[in-house]
């Protein structure tokens, strides 16, 4: 059965960045990134990554 390691995304603002944490849902869990480069602040670059390890569902 397929696992989810690890996933990362990459957003740029425009002018009207919104300067707060940056979260995801995974399983309906609310989580923040664990690894951050950058900022979501105006006209930034924000990576995040969380290695999720997730196990296989039935």
Known sequence: MPRVLKFK???ETGKQ?????VNF???NH????ENVIGSN???AIF???FDVNS???V
């Open 9 to 11: 995304v990459n957003i």
């Open 41 to 43: 602040e105006s006209d």
């Open 30 to 33: 609310k989580m923040p990134f």
């Open 17 to 21: 960045g919104p300067n707060e944490t």
């Open 47 to 49: 990576e995040g990554s």
């Open 25 to 27: 849902c995974f399983n």
């Open 55 to 57: 196990l296989p569902t």
